[in-house]
Each structure stands twice: as C-alpha cells, then as structure tokens.
C-alpha cells in the first residue's frame, strides 16, 4: 500500500519515488502445487527455468543499488526456500544489511525454519500462502513454521505483526464451492493468529468471468467478515473490479476506518486505472533474466532485462535531470516496461460492457491486460 507520505507528493516527484523492486523469482519448482498458481506447470514440476544463481543476485543487488536506495529483496518463486542456496541468500542479504520480504508457502522442514529465525532481524516483511492446507496433512507442518516465525517476527528489529500477512486466493474455479469462513476459522484453531497482521485477498485475474461475478463477490465479503470478527487487517491484491460487489457490500464494510468501496476504487494495489492500465504491477525477474511486468502479463510481455538496461549509461543517467531528482536504473527499466503494457493493452479494445459502466471511468478504469491473456 503506498505511504501517505507518497500521496502528499507532487506528481511529478511521485514517480521518482523508489520504485517497487522486482520480486525476485529465484526458482519455479514449488511442490505444494496450488489450484491457482500463476507458474506454470513446466516450470514447477519439470524445472523449464535454473534456479537463479547467488552470484547474479548479488549482481542484481548491486547494479541496482539496493543498499543506497533503500531497496528490499523481495524473494519469491515457485517456492523460493526450495532453491538449493535459500539459506546462502538469506546469509548475504543478512551480512550486506539488504532487508529481505519473503513470499512463501511455510511448507519447509526445520533447517529452513532454524536458518529465517537465526536472521530474523533481516526480514523486513512476509507473505504467506495460506490456502489450500486443508489438504495432505500440510496444515501441521505450515502451523510448526508459522507459529514460531510469525511470533519472532513481531519481536524483531525491523518486524511486526502488522508486516505479517497470510494470503488467500480466491480461485478462478469451483471458488462458488469454498466455504472461506469454516476454512478461516480451521486455521484459527491451529495458527496463533496474535502475531498474524493482515490477510490478503487475491482473485485469480485470469478472465473476463471476473465481470459482475456477484458469487466472486460474496466470497470476498465472507473473509471480510472474518477480517472484521479477528480484528485483522485487510489487504488487497492488484484488481478488483468494484461490479462484483453488491450495495448491500459496501454498506455492510463501511466503518470509520475502512472502507470496502475506497479499496477497490481509489487505492491504486486494488485497480486499475482508466482502460484497464494496471498501476501498480509486480515485475517478476524471472531466473533467465527475462522481466515480467507480472505474472498474468507473460504471453505479451517478457523482454530480456540485459535488452531493457542496454542504452542506460548510470554516469549520464545520475548527471541527467531525472537522475538528480532521484530516478536510479530501477526507474528506467520499469517506465520501459510500463510502455510496452500501454501499448499491448491498447492493442485490445476495452470492452462494450465497461464502457456502458456507470462507474467507468471514474472509479474502475475496466479490466487490466492480464484479464485478456
Ligand atoms: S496487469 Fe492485472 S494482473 Fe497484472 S499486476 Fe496489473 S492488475 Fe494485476
Ligand atoms: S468498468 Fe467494467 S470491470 Fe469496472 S466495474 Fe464496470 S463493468 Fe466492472
């Protein structure tokens, strides 16, 4: 979510604010395999990519300044503890200082547990995948790694529980069939939700199906409440289009302090802006140097990052007028690869049911290009 300290800026100056670094996908094997999972089954099972090596993290890292522009490691995969050298980055991003947010699944055995809580102090925040653990006994293993993560964590140097967020994806199929409260409330019993700050709420954004889908809706509004009863924090992920809630939604999670119909209209992690331009996108640095703009974006963008960098001198780019407003590397590449989302999602017409909307384009800007792909 960006800081208010962001809002109060003035435009121009808000684009040159630290950029989100690139979620580092340092593997695609993961195998906890997930009905929803935006990898591709190739590249979790049948390893289409390397892992990425520690020496071009460190390349990575320091190319991009992350030290001197306060930026986080962001590790994420498939399932990055299963990377053969997971500890090893854990152990430089520790000795450099570099903070590092982790994207996991919990799902590690206990020489991955002991080596995050002997570097607690480095993690600055975390992600948790928390859904489908009902299954294949996984719930036991996921609770022994969360318990004691998520409890040191709220006692650490850069931690908290509000910076501890578990993440619940509302799949693309058979979601109509998932009871999220009796599910919600199973976790409850095993997980010490005390040291637990926020769940997230994310929908698979693979389609046009998401269009006044009031049952996708309803599903939502049932972790919602659950948020609500546990006094949890609620975050969203990038889109949801504001058709598929009810009146009766938005006056049931109005409160002073949230409000379900500014989340999906105004805050920019839960829209879109006008003709479906994504705003805030993940940009996923795949292990074979291509850069994503996000996952659901693969099919039309993955330009090489060595491609994008070329023609950038960081000597002439540091004396430029950009440079000394404070635009790094980081700046250019992703403006780059906002151009080439632009282009790609002007390639397709906005469709005749956003455009009749009364709500475009003011408060939902209409489907972002991975809804297309
Ligand atoms: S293009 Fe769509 S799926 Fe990708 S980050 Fe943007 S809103 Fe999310
Ligand atoms: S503009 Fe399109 S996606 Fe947005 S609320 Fe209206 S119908 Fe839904």
Not at 308 to 337: C, M, N, W, Y
Request: proline share 5%; with cysteine.
């Amino acid at each position: 979510m960006r800081s208010t300290h962001t809002q109060r800026l003035p435009q121009y100056l808000q684009k040159l604010e630290n950029t989100d670094m690139f979620n580092m996908i340092i593997t695609g094997k993961c195998s906890k395999n997930c009905s929803f999972c935006f990898t591709e089954e190739e590249a979790r099972k049948e390893k289409k990519y390397d892992d990425m090596s520690l020496d071009y993290i460190k390349e990575i890292v320091e190319k991009y300044e992350y030290k001197k522009r306060g930026h986080v490691l962001k590790l994420l995969g498939g399932e990055p503890t299963e990377h053969p050298q997971f500890l090893d980055i854990i152990e430089y991003a520790a000795k450099e200082q570099i903070p590092v947010y982790l994207i996991s699944n919990f799902l590690f055995g206990t020489k991955i547990q002991e080596g995050i809580l002997k570097h607690i102090d480095t993690f600055t925040s975390f992600l948790v995948n928390g859904a489908e653990l009902a299954e294949k006994n996984r719930l036991k293993n996921f609770a022994k790694n969360f318990n004691k993560i998520a409890y040191q964590f709220a006692r650490s140097k850069q931690g908290g529980k509000q910076k501890f967020t578990l993440a619940q994806t509302i799949p693309d199929t058979h979601y109509d069939v998932i009871n999220f409260t009796e599910y919600l409330k199973s976790l409850k019993r095993e997980l010490d939700f005390s040291n637990l700050g926020n769940i997230r709420i994310g929908l698979g954004l693979s389609g046009t199906y998401l269009l006044h889908n009031k049952k996708l809706g309803d599903k939502v509004a049932e972790i919602l409440r659950f948020n609500r009863e546990n006094r949890l924090g609620t975050q969203f992920d990038c889109q949801f289009p504001p058709c598929i809630f009810t009146d009766e939604h938005f006056k049931e999670f109005e409160t002073p302090s949230f409000s379900l119909w500014n989340n999906v209209t105004a805050n920019p992690d839960a829209k879109t802006f006008p003709g479906g331009i994504c705003h805030m996108p993940a940009f996923d640095l795949m292990p074979d140097e291509t850069l994503l703009y996000c996952y659901q974006t693969q099919s039309a963008i993955s330009p090489k990052l060595p491609d994008l960098e070329k023609s950038v001198d960081p000597e002439t780019l540091k004396d430029s007028f950009i440079g000394k407003l404070g635009a790094g590397l980081d700046h250019v590449v992703s403006q780059r690869l906002r151009a080439s989302y632009l282009e790609e999602r002007e390639k397709r017409p906005t469709l005749d049911e956003c455009k009749s909307c009364h709500l475009y384009p003011q408060y939902c800007g209409s489907l972002c290009l991975g809804c297309y792909l």
